[in-house]
C-alpha cells in the first residue's frame, strides 16, 4: 500500500471521528501502541478501514512525512 492511500484512509477515518466528537489523534494513537481495535469507533466502517493498513507502514508514513 503506498503512502498516499494511508493518508487517504487516516484522514477518512479522522474525520469521521471529528464528526462523532472523537479525537482521532488519542484514538489513533491507541490504536498504533497497543493494536486494540477498540480505540477506533465502528461507525462509518473505520475500524475496517483501518484494520486493513499496516500498523507499521502507518508508522513508516508519519516519518516519511516528518522527515521531508
Not at 488519542?26 to 461507525?43: A, K, R, T
Not at 466502517?45 to 507499521?56: M, P, S, V, Y
Request: charged fraction near 30%; hydrophobic fraction near 35%.
Amino acid at each position: 500500500m503506498e503512502s498516499n492511500e494511508i493518508k487517504q484512509v487516516i484522514r477518512e477515518v479522522s474525520e469521521s471521528m471529528k464528526e462523532k466528537g472523537y479525537d482521532p489523534i488519542n484514538q489513533m494513537v491507541g490504536y498504533i501502541i497497543s493494536n486494540d481495535l477498540g480505540y477506533i469507533p465502528d461507525f462509518d466502517e473505520n475500524r475496517n478501514k483501518i484494520a486493513k493498513l499496516d500498523r507499521t507502514l502507518i508508522v513508516e508514513s508519519m516519518l516519511e512525512y516528518y522527515l521531508k
